[in-house]
């Protein structure tokens, strides 16, 4: 990534191949950036490859009005987005220098991100429990850009922890953790009067069916199909918790 720094602003050139690597580093770069309160563009004209990862980190990111906004759209990023069922029509916020509005490939509507699910519910907490501190910040920038208050735990014990201290609407959590996996999380909650009936999510692939028997059999309210859809990640947590 080449970054240039404007007054209003930093322009982000984006890697050619945004494998899963490069999609740490773009959400580190992000997080970094919108520390300074500045506008953010990412220049995604040299882009021949895009990831679902990334494809998350992109639409949890950019909003109207919002930091983020994604300048002259390769034919391979919007084709990564259809791809995945995705439609890319996100107008960006101009470019801070002359004529650069001329420049730039602007399509026709707003992006696509999880607000035209409708809104979520205003208040709601969602507690993520995942290991890994990609996926958890994947998840933090989807919800909490949806209106959602979210809480992060490492593994399954810090979870609880966790829950001794804050009160919470949903848990979205990972099945493979060390100290305390998402197995113990499920039951050790189904065991409390408290969380009986609190909607528990588990992250999983499509291959994980025995982890899924298991885990519903154990209490598991649903399951979030990982690489996720911010669209569908949503309306499931309105749906289970509405």
């Known amino acids: 990534m080449i970054e240039t720094d404007k007054d209003s602003g930093c322009i982000m050139k984006l890697l ?80 801070p220098m002359d004529g650069a509005k001329n420049h730039i490939e602007q399509p026709k509507a707003d992006a696509p991100d999880a607000r035209n699910a409708s809104e979520p519910a205003a208040n709601k907490r969602i507690l993520t429990i995942d290991d890994s501190k990609t996926m958890r910040d994947m998840l933090m920038l989807t919800l909490a850009n949806q209106g959602f ?19 919470v609407d949903v848990v979205i959590t990972d099945i493979n953790m060390p100290v305390m996996d998402g197995y113990e999380v499920i039951q050790h909650l189904r065991k409390n009067p408290d969380y009986d009936s609190m909607p528990i999510l588990v992250l999983t692939t499509e291959s994980d069916k ?33």
Not at 49 to 73: E, H, M, R, W, Y
Not at 230 to 242: D, F, G, N, Y
């Open 16 to 95: 050619a191949n945004l494998d899963f690597a490069a999609a740490q580093n773009v959400l580190e770069t992000l997080r970094q950036k919108s520390a300074s309160a500045k506008h953010v563009w990412l220049d995604a004209s040299d882009v021949e490859k895009l990831t679902l990862p990334c494809i998350q980190i992109v639409l949890a990111a950019v909003k109207d009005g919002g930091a983020v906004s994604v300048v002259n759209p390769s034919p391979a990023f919007v084709q990564a987005f259809a791809d995945h069922g995705l439609v890319w029509n996100h107008t960006p916020k101009e470019l």
């Open 149 to 167: 208050d979210v809480l992060q735990a490492v593994d399954g014990q810090d979870g609880i922890n966790v829950l001794e201290k804050e009160s």
């Open 210 to 242: 025995e982890k899924k028997e298991r885990a519903r059999g154990l209490g598991a309210t649903g399951f979030i199909v990982k690489p996720f859809n911010p669209v569908s990640l949503v309306e499931v947590i309105r749906k289970v918790s509405p």
